[in-house]
């Protein structure tokens, strides 16, 4: 009985070991721009502010009116709070990423946007 139940304490502890161990490889991993993320605003955090509002409508309109971004840059999450400006998701390449920013920054102005955009592994 008692190697019984020591055979369940050491299954027991080695599978809460596999469990949390990836975990923090995965944590040890993360690049800086995915620590920022962890900590940044995400859509559900879009406040429903008329200027808000009004904000993400203005920088969405000039991302989606060039056609020369890919449908990934076009469906980049927008999310304003207080005026400031938080780009997230993933696009095709640098270039889409920097054009990306730009016409947010153009519309915000550049100190009011948070870039963690990612570019896309191919």
Do not use: W
Request: proline share 2%.
């Amino acid at each position: 009985m008692a190697l019984r139940r020591s055979t369940l304490s050491l299954v027991f502890v080695c599978s809460t070991l596999y469990v949390a161990l990836p975990g923090s490889f995965l944590f040890a991993r993360n690049s800086s721009n995915e620590a920022q993320a962890q900590d940044a605003p995400t859509a559900g955090d879009q406040k429903n502010n008329s200027s808000d509002v009004r904000l993400a409508a203005r920088i969405r309109k000039a991302i989606v009116s060039d056609k020369n971004l890919s449908t990934s840059a076009h469906n980049v999450k927008i999310i304003v709070r207080n005026g400031s400006v938080t780009l997230r998701g993933e696009v095709d390449s640098d270039q889409e990423k920097i054009s990306v920013l730009q016409k947010a920054e153009q519309i915000a102005g550049a100190n009011a946007v948070r870039d963690l955009l990612t570019v896309k592994r191919k």
